[in-house]
């Protein structure tokens, strides 16, 4: 089979590999109708997030048919329809009982971090779902039926963005009312905003650079702000009284941009190299693809200063262990911090039914579909942030064949 794999910093290629088979008997293979690219990715492509397997096959969203179930499987069938979770999880421990899936004890072998498809060493080095087949661990809990009214580019979305936006928003403990800051306006920020609008919001104030986000936020309702004509911390203290937000959501993560022009260009250049550098040690950018963000803890700064004293702050962009965060004046502020990655089994059955009710339209952010054989130019052309790519689809070739 055809799939996206990793072969280094900078390095990705689409392979012929061989196709996934049954290794323990609550494994499950799927065959793919649908993938998707991340930001997530990203990280990994850029080397703001290490580890990775020169092998593994990328991704990490999925929809398909099931086409082969071991045998512990009893709630699934061969052809049954299903979105994969991102995040792996076994479903009989404490914290998935819990409904903390992405701690899970027993999915992980390589330690108790986060397991999750295409991901690195640290995350149990699972192949991911940017393929025509893939095998999922625990697939009694990691599958999820699909009822037939709801399309495949509506479930492709419910495997990632909209349930970790969803809990980003929940994290955020957003009140009636509540004035909301959203910095990083990706599929996941601009998700968030329609969070936000669940938990009834009053105002929400939406911040990036890039147009098409912006428009889309706009379109959304929210007052959005691009920091490269704005200084992003000032325009949130005059719309709120000079109060700040109550609730301020980071949606950016570590490969965060500084502002290279307007009132907020004049923060510290030499800060953000210096760190940059300790983020991602290894780059390997070439032709305008892969060059790591160059402020990596910028999110996190204009969080804690966006928002109100005694607010919330969710932080839902990934980041690693070498970003810096302004402990003292978080402190000093009185804030609480909720952060985490997140728990996709545990929302994404609730959140079907906001799709199949419209109460929520995931597609709406869907802005490309892609077959699988374009795949590499798909992934240069969202990672150089081009117009209008907001969220990319990745259709495998079976599927092609089909139509």
Known sequence: MRAVVFHGIGDIRLDEVDDPKIKDPDDAIVGLTASAICGTDLHMIRGTLPGMKKGTILGHEGVGIIEEIGKNIRNLS???RVVIPST????NCSYCRAGYYAQCDHANPNGPGTAFFGGPKESGSFDGLQAEKARVPFANVGLVKLPADVSDDEAILLSDIVPTA?????????KPGNTVAIFGLGPVGQFCIACA????????????????????ARSQGAEVVDFNSEDPIEIIKELT???GADRVIDAVGVDANR????????????????????????TNAKDGNWEPGDAPSIGLEWSVKAVAKAGTISIIGVYGDKNSFPIGEAMN??????????????????????????????????????????AIDAYKSFDKREAGWIKVKLEPEQKEAAA
């Open 78 to 80: 061969e052809g049954d």
């Open 88 to 91: 792996i999880a076994c479903g």
């Open 166 to 174: 969803y809990m980003a928003a929940e994290n955020a403990q957003i």
């Open 197 to 216: 609008q669940l938990q009834r919001a009053g105002r929400i104030i939406a911040i990036d650079t890039i147009p098409s986000r912006l428009e889309m």
């Open 241 to 243: 009284d000079g109060i």
């Open 259 to 282: 502002p290279h022009k307007g009132p907020a260009s004049k923060q510290s250049k030499s800060k953000y190299e210096r760190e940059k550098k300790e983020v991602a040690p290894e």
């Open 333 to 374: 502020k009185n804030l609480t911090v909720t952060m985490g990655n997140c728990n996709h089994r545990r929302y994404i059955p609730q959140l079907l039914e906001l799709v199949r009710g419209n109460v929520l339209v995931p597609s709406r952010v869907l802005t490309q579909v892609e077959p699988m054989a374009s």
